[in-house]
């Protein structure tokens, strides 16, 4: 199905047309975007260490307020709010992709490529960071009351507790809903933003949503790797995301171009 853009009130926004891949393309995607992250190493490091140290931050943010039993769902929002974290990232693919040198300024281009559209996709990415966060205070709160763990005692309490298989399913099940949710929105939408500005957030997320249901296997793969991809650059405390997550953006790039005609 063609591309068509809202250019009035009454037109209705439909989805770009969508290629099927295959579940060996999840592992091309993260290869190509190693490789992107190799030729621009500075770039990519320098906005991982960023994320890193907004890690940094929050850990003793958390721990000034005693809340630091939210460093795992606040770690994991890390990957609700990349669609448009990594913005920087996705430029980047774009213009090795077109045989050009990026920069750190060009980089702040993309924003201004369609930046309104961006900032809705934006929004709607902080209402469902926001939601996660207090979904995982309610399931803390439900399970160790008004005393929720602190971090020294956080792994025992988490896995090892008498409450600790309950509060792993009902935490795990509530957040792979709105996880699932938020991936099948925003998987390709911001990348397509960037790469077609004249295309608007809904057109962007619906084509992300069609793309999900046509390859929902290959997708479904994608987002264990990048859980996993997450998840590893937060037991690293932290330091692991200045590579987790410019790869996760490189890649995310090369999954838009293979899925989205």
């Known amino acids: 199905m063609p591309l068509m853009t809202t250019t009035g009130a009454g037109e209705a926004h439909r989805p770009a047309a969508i290629r099927r891949v295959t579940l060996d393309h999840p592992w091309q995607w993260l290869a190509a975007g190693w490789a992107d992250m190799a030729a621009v190493p500075g770039i990519s490091f320098l906005y991982g260490g960023v994320f890193a140290a907004i890690g940094f931050a929050l850990l003793f943010w958390l721990g000034h307020y005693d809340m630091e039993y939210l460093i795992l769902p606040l770690g994991f929002g890390f990957a609700l709010v990349g669609p448009v974290a990594a913005v920087g990232m996705y430029e980047s693919s774009r213009r090795l992709a077109?045989?050009?040198?990026?920069?750190?300024?060009?980089?702040?281009?993309?924003?201004?490529?369609?930046?309104?559209?961006?900032?809705?996709?934006?929004?709607?990415?902080?209402?469902?960071?926001?939601?996660?966060?207090?979904?995982?205070?309610?399931?803390?709160?439900?399970?160790?009351?008004?005393?929720?763990?602190?971090?020294?005692?956080?792994?025992?309490?988490?896995?090892?507790?008498?409450?600790?298989?309950?509060?792993?399913?009902?935490?795990?099940?509530?957040?792979?809903?709105?996880?699932?949710?938020?991936?099948?929105?925003?998987?390709?939408?911001?990348?397509?933003?960037?790469?077609?500005?004249?295309?608007?957030?809904?057109?962007?997320?619906?084509?992300?949503?069609?793309?999900?249901?046509?390859?929902?296997?290959?997708?479904?793969?994608?987002?264990?790797?990048?859980?996993?991809?997450?998840?590893?650059?937060?037991?690293?405390?932290?330091?692991?995301?200045?590579?987790?997550?410019?790869?996760?953006g490189h890649a995310s790039w090369h999954a838009y171009r293979d899925l989205v005609e």
């Open 98 to 248: 077109a045989g050009e040198t990026p920069g750190i300024a060009g980089l702040l281009a993309a924003f201004g490529r369609n930046g309104a559209q961006i900032a809705l996709v934006g929004a709607f990415l902080l209402i469902a960071f926001i939601a996660w966060v207090r979904m995982a205070m309610l399931v803390f709160m439900l399970f160790y009351g008004a005393a929720p763990p602190s971090l020294d005692h956080l792994v025992g309490a988490l896995f090892l507790s008498d409450v600790s298989l309950p509060f792993l399913a009902v935490g795990m099940a509530t957040g792979a809903v709105l996880a699932a949710c938020v991936f099948a929105m925003t998987a390709v939408a911001v990348p397509m933003l960037i790469d077609r500005p004249d295309t608007d957030a809904m057109t962007a997320m619906l084509t992300s949503v069609a793309a999900v249901q046509r390859n929902w296997r290959p997708l479904m793969l994608w987002a264990g790797l990048i859980a996993s991809l997450t998840l590893a650059g937060l037991a690293l405390f932290f330091v692991g995301l200045m590579v987790t997550l410019p790869l996760i």
